[in-house]
């Protein structure tokens, strides 16, 4: 166990968080401090410099104990100087090719002779003198037995038309040679050393030999196997963003480095959207302005006393400015004014500066998605399941529907285009809440099926193993699964759920997670505090995708602080720095679709029916609901498991 109280590891922790700027975990700060203590000072140096390298190459977000291994080893391999060792001299290969090129001529009488002239009279020429030493032929009789080589090889040419490498080319040389009355005497040992010689020294010479037109042949396409199909599968996703595991601190530095790193962010965002000139709170001076803008982060709002303007407070790293917004200025500065949130990060076009950081402004711009943007789509027909919110455990759980729709991955409906559209699925995604877990909310022992969050896994590992093991499973975690309740979640635990980790088929990232499935950005994260943005925002839950809407605007998942239950980190892992081409949520059992500037938007249905918490904010679950999507052409199924059998819903383009 490590002592955090300890000097050394408290100074290799501030050198990690000051100079790395980045978590680590605890194995891995055991292994610096060893270093710290017991090595030069030099050594540990190397090894922090080496790290940040890595950190920069890899585009780490967590340092663990392979890392410092590998920095390690790599730094001690380097100090130890290579032996050196003589190099072997390979003997010469001989082709089958140039020992029948040599039999042919000699039986065409033409040029033996001038492989003669160019062989040394003694084995040593060839290895005691450089190669060019070793010639003992001028330039022009090395052109003449160029004429002389490429004329026997014409003639032979005439009577073989290619000698292969391969037995079958081999044996149909023969039969011609055979034919024409040419007979290939073995050669002698003597004769082999010295055919092997002067046909090393002949490559020497820079002649072009001629090239040997090899047969075609028609190879059968076997059907890849389940296995290779689902390694297929796997090597076409890249994790661009998951969040493995991190430090929690509720110190004031903590929550400092947090809204700073969202700042930063958002702010390399907005620089890329505004076309004047930037401001500081340090540039501010009283006086008129024009084509202007500062970046702020978000402490609060209020309207105006005669409600013809708002008032916006908030933070640069610099200043903290009150800005007024008048809405008669452009009729949309009032519906900007309502979607900003408390914490969210927006820069504002400055017209003029009164006394006290006073600022009059008269536009607001969000870090929003490009309204003109290329989608991004996969080089062929993918097609991808979207499910999630299982609850299994929950006494609400839709055993038969959910059975349906394994019957159905599985291509064994009554109906033929069903099972043809399961057999082009090659990705299930399941977006949060798989079980219904233990001690989630006050009175859930009353909602249970099964107490045990291990058995609730065990159950679910044991319906996901009758999937096709041609089809590779994506999971993340939501607020009822085996991960910390706060977010960003890591994966599921590994200890809890350990039948899960023993599929082949299935991956399990964190919840928020950023994948790339061949070439495609898919944002994945379980959902919770849309309820309560809907409710601020005043947006029905029927329509939840209006709210990941509003989470692409801001370029953030939650942005105003204390809505949900948050990790206060080092960095704010929240913010949708990466500009996704599908988003995909849950939590609210309802399945929604939508579209917003090229990015397909998806909300899943559930496989829980309607319960104590949903009847209480008003939600209609959408029970046995879920979604097909072909990430190559956007095409979007809406698919329905019941009892007995599946229903196709509706067919859209998004």
């Known amino acids: 166990m490590i002592s955090y109280t300890s000097k050394s590891t408290r100074n290799v922790l501030r050198i990690i ?42 585009k780490l977000i967590v340092i663990d104990g392979n890392d410092v291994r590998d920095v390690v080893r790599m730094i001690i391999s380097s100090q130890i100087q290579p032996s050196r060792t003589k190099a072997k001299v390979k003997a010469p290969t001989v082709d089958i090719r140039d020992l029948l090129l040599k039999q042919k001529s000699r039986k065409l009488g033409g040029h033996g002779e001038a492989e003669k002239q160019i062989m040394p009279t ?18 022009q009789e090395a052109e003449k037995e160029i004429g002389a080589k490429k004329e026997v090889e ?9 000698v292969g490498k391969s037995e079958s080319k081999q044996k149909t040389a023969g039969r011609r040679l055979e034919a024409s009355s040419t007979v290939l005497e073995k050669p002698t040992k003597e004769e082999f050393v010295k055919k092997t010689r002067a046909s090393t020294i002949t490559r020497e010479i820079p002649v072009e030999e001629p090239t040997a037109k090899a047969i075609p042949v028609v190879e059968e396409k076997t059907k890849p196997t389940a ?26 530095e903590t929550f400092k480095m947090y809204f700073l790193s969202r700042y930063e962010k958002l702010r390399a965002i907005l620089e890329k959207r505004i076309t004047g000139r930037l401001l500081s709170g340090a540039d501010l001076r009283p006086g008129e302005y024009g084509d202007s803008y500062i970046i702020i982060m978000v402490d609060s709002k209020e309207l105006a006393k005669n409600h013809r303007g708002g008032i916006i407070i908030g933070d640069d790293p610099y200043s903290r400015f009150r800005v007024y917004i008048p809405f008669d200025v452009d009729p949309d500065l009032r519906r900007k004014f309502d979607r900003v949130m408390l914490d969210t990060v927006i820069a504002l076009k400055v017209r003029a500066v009164r006394s006290e950081k006073f600022v009059i402004a008269t536009d607001i711009i969000f870090p929003d998605l490009p309204r003109i943007r290329t989608r991004n789509r996969a080089n062929k027909p993918t097609k991808i399941v979207v499910a999630g919110d299982i609850h299994l455990g929950s006494k609400q759980f839709m055993r038969e529907k959910f059975e349906r729709f394994i019957k159905f991955l599985r291509g064994e409906t009554k109906n033929n285009k069903l099972n043809e559209l399961a057999e082009e699925i090659e990705y299930i995604i399941f977006i949060g809440d798989l079980v219904d877990g233990v001690g ?9 099926a099964i107490f045990n969050q291990k058995k609730q896994y065990e159950l679910l590992a044991e319906y996901l193993s009758k999937i ?5 499973i994506i999971a993340i975690p939501g607020n009822h699964d085996a991960s910390t309740r706060l977010v960003p979640q890591p994966p599921i635990s590994e200890k809890l759920a350990k039948p899960l980790y023993e599929l082949p088929t299935i991956q399990i990232l964190s919840n928020p997670s950023m994948i790339d499935l061949r070439g495609v950005k898919i944002l994945l994260y379980h959902g919770q505090g849309f309820e309560r943005l809907a409710g601020i925002l005043g947006i029905k839950l029927e329509n939840i995708h209006s709210v990941t809407i509003e989470t692409l605007r801001w370029r953030h998942l939650c942005p105003q602080w204390g809505l949900i239950p948050q990790a206060p980190t080092y960095e704010d892992h929240l913010v949708i720095e ?21 990015t397909a938007i998806l909300s899943v249905g559930s496989f829980e029916g309607l319960t104590t918490w949903q009847r209480d904010i ?3 679950p959408t029970v046995g609901y879920f979604q097909v999507l072909d990430i190559q052409t956007y095409n979007l199924t809406t698919l329905r498991a019941t009892e007995r059998h599946i229903e196709v819903l509706k067919q859209i383009r998004i």
């Open 17 to 58: 968080l000051d100079r790395l700027k980045i978590n680590v975990t605890p194995n891995a700060l055991s292994i610096l401090t060893v270093i710290y203590d017991t090595f030069p000072r030099s050594f540990f140096e190397s090894v922090i410099k080496q790290l940040d390298r890595r950190i920069r190459v890899r």
């Open 618 to 620: 008003g939600i209609s």
């Open 578 to 598: 990466e500009e996704p081409d599908v988003v995909v949520t849950g939590h609210l059992h309802i399945c929604d679709s939508g579209r917003y500037r090229g």
């Open 122 to 139: 003694e084995p040593s020429a060839v290895t005691s003198k450089p190669v060019k030493q070793s010639m003992l032929v001028s330039h």
């Open 227 to 252: 296995v290779e199909r689902l390694e297929s599968l796997k090597a076409s996703i890249v994790a661009i963003k998951t969040i493995p595991w991190y430090l929690l601190s509720d110190s004031p």
């Open 440 to 448: 989630v909310y006050p009175q859930q022992k009353d909602e249970l």
């Open 154 to 162: 014409k003639r032979i040419a005439e009577e073989i038309p290619a």
């Open 468 to 472: 096709p093991d041609d089809k590779l």
